[in-house]
């Protein structure tokens, strides 16, 4: 079918809006590739180095007319979806074997849990490791000794450093390698239900922690569908993935499968083949454009409204909220995925999955079936099922009907016929919003806002009774320049609470809510932040606020003398501790619709 004509018109936009940083980037990476700095024109003394700490391979790695894989690996056993790369790359090593290359660990990137430190001094770094992850990535791959690279990442802040640092090396053919979610464990609506009376002083601690951990029990990612299984929805829709690889389980044998085959796929699309692949061609325009369409029909994490557009720029493309936005208004919800429905991952792949809505998606003409992929099929292998038959991969059709119409649906019948994000602006600045899990009765919010500068702060005032009443909570100060924009999962509980008890609740912020943001509508990544000069720092106690997401307004409906006249709020102190004074750096970040990346705006991209 042809391509909606509003996708191509945005996609037309993006390639306008990218000719110049394009046309650099490409050039960047002819260079590279036709640079000389490659293994067989490496001197003796260097390449001795290279291979001198893989004795069982070093006779293998001498031939310059295989390819050598380098493995930039995120493990560590600390977070479970990462867990499970432990021992990947000595079975890595053994499938390039069978496939006639070399595999290599060029190196590790941090992979830190926002489930861990939420709430605490660490959340402050978790942005900044994004970038850190991308540095990580660039010094891995910057020995030159490899002719193809995996990359082995699945989270929130990982995949997106991962591929903006692969970008810059991107005449190199790569493929990303999930590890896949966990089992199911204690429903996600349970595990919410009972953090809410943890809030209420109806459970304790023994009880919330018992809940926890029978929702987070295993090796693999969360089962929610927050920021990191959306990255994986990502990567299909791009064509970095073997297809079907994001949410088959760990320790399975199509996991297995699917590794093997990402990792002697790489073989055959390197530079000395007819069919080279590089993964500066295969992240193009429409390869963001597709990424974006993936997060609407499916609900997912707004946090990627900031990583999107960082790893379009480090690939030369540019895209902004008004892409979004205008996406929004014409792909469909297709699926309903906790925090947007009951069901996990594992009942959404169950349904049919990522490949059911990528079916639905290129079939109605919503999605580029064009683009170059790690796939040899294109973009249409990536609507079909993988499955172990025997000792063999394959893939089939789906059926035409879900497999669960309450969790995935065609597009004949979506749960709404718009996506799941809105960007909101007015006299407070621009901000979006995810309306996927939000009652269309509470799209629109006016009541007056009680203002704070920390979580804490909120979460004092709930236990205190102070917001029990019909109130847009703000919070500013939030902001990467501020305090490095951590998650403000703390709140979703206590604010929940407050909308249960039949109050119209909302909130307002410079920081992030991620992909567990659910049913109370927050107004997030608001820019410009409140340490730049942005306008929420004028809010005051006592003002209405207005969040519309019908309208698309974010207004505080103050007098417009009296608001032009009002100074900025003080700003807290910047603060120390649990290394945070060491990213100091990193704050002088660019704003959350750019990608809120200092690393990114020093290096002019």
């Known amino acids: 079918m042809a391509l909606h004509p509003e996708i191509a018109a945005v996609t037309d936009r993006i390639i306008e809006a990218s000719r110049d940083k394009r046309a650099a980037y490409l050039t960047m990476i002819a260079r590279e590739r036709d640079s000389g700095a490659d293994r067989p024109k490496l001197g003796c003394a260097n390449l001795a180095h290279a291979y001198a700490g893989t004795d069982e391979q070093r ?26 790369y432990y021992r990947y790359p000595e079975q890595m090593k053994v499938w390039a074997l069978e496939a006639g290359a070399t595999a290599q660990v060029a190196g590790g990137v941090p992979a830190m849990c926002d489930g861990v430190t939420q709430g605490y001094q660490g959340m402050e770094l978790s942005l900044f490791s994004r970038d850190t992850i991308a540095l990580s990535t660039a010094v891995a791959l910057s020995h030159r000794t490899f002719e193809g690279a995996a990359l082995l990442g699945i989270c929130d802040k990982i995949v997106p450093g991962l591929l903006i640092g692969a970008l810059r090396f991107g005449h190199l053919p790569m493929v990303m390698i999930p590890g896949g979610p966990m089992r199911s464990g204690l429903a996600n609506k349970e595990k919410a239900k009972v953090r809410e009376q943890y809030a209420e002083g109806k459970v304790g601690r023994e009880e919330l922690l018992d809940a926890e951990i029978a929702a987070y029990h ?6 929610f569908y927050g920021t990191a299984n959306s990255n994986q929805m990502m990567m299909e829709a791009m064509g970095l993935h073997i297809p079907g690889a994001a949410f088959a389980n760990p320790g399975t044998k199509l996991r297995q499968e699917l590794t093997r085959a990402a990792v002697q796929r790489l073989p055959e699309i390197g530079w000395n083949t007819s069919d080279y692949r590089p993964l500066a061609e295969c992240v193009d325009e429409r390869a963001i454009v597709n990424a974006a369409i993936a997060l609407l029909a499916t609900g997912g ?33 297709l699926t309903r995925v906790y925090p947007n429905g009951s069901a996990d991952v594992n009942g959404f792949e169950d ?16 999605m580029h079936g064009d683009i ?15 499955a172990v038959e025997g000792d063999a991969l394959s893939w089939h059709d789906h059926a035409a009907k879900s497999g669960d119409d309450t969790v995935v649906r065609t597009l004949d019948a979506p749960f709404a016929p718009e996506g799941g994000f809105r960007i909101l602006s007015g006299n407070l600045g621009r901000a979006c919003i995810k309306v996927s899990a939000v009652d269309r009765d509470r799209w629109t919010t006016e009541a007056p806002a009680r203002v704070f500068s920390t979580q804490q702060a909120v979460q004092d005032a709930f236990k205190a009774g102070e917001l029990d009443r019909d109130v847009v909570v703000v919070v500013r100060f939030q902001g990467p320049r ?57 809010v005051r106690d ?39 004074e060491l990213f100091a750096m990193m704050r002088q970040a660019d704003e959350a619709e750019k990608g809120a990346s200092a690393m990114l705006a020093a290096a002019g991209l």
């Not at 946090?303 to 379009?312: F, Y």
């Not at 019908?550 to 603060?575: N, S």
């Open 372 to 386: 170059l992929t790690i796939a040899k099929g294109g973009m249409a292998e990536y609507g079909r099922k993988p």
């Open 351 to 366: 349904a049919g999955g990522p490949s059911f809505v990528i079916r639905e998606l290129l079939n109605g003409g919503l």
């Open 301 to 333: 994490s707004t946090n990627h409204l900031i990583h999107l557009p960082a790893i379009a720029r480090s690939a030369g493309i540019v895209i902004d909220w008004e892409d979004f936005d205008r996406l929004s208004k014409v792909v469909p919800l």
């Open 482 to 538: 501020a305090n490095g924009m951590p998650e403000l999962h703390k709140l979703t509980p206590p604010l929940g609470v407050l909308q249960n008890r039949g109050f119209r609740v909302a909130l307002v912020t410079d920081g992030r809510m991620s992909g567990a943001s659910g049913k109370v509508p927050a107004a997030i990544h608001l820019s410009p932040e409140a340490l730049g000069g942005g306008p929420i720092g004028k």
């Open 59 to 84: 006779d293998e790695l001498r031939p310059a007319n295989r390819m050598n894989i380098g493995i930039v690996t995120s493990y560590n056993d600390m977070l479970s979806a990462h867990a499970v």
């Open 542 to 580: 006592g003002d209405v606020i207005r969040v519309c997401a019908e309208t698309g307004k974010l207004e505080a409906l103050v007098d417009a003398t009296e608001w032009a006249a009002r100074d900025q709020a003080e700003a807290p102190a910047a603060a120390d501790g649990t290394g945070r």
């Open 218 to 223: 295993s090796k693999g990612t969360c089962t």
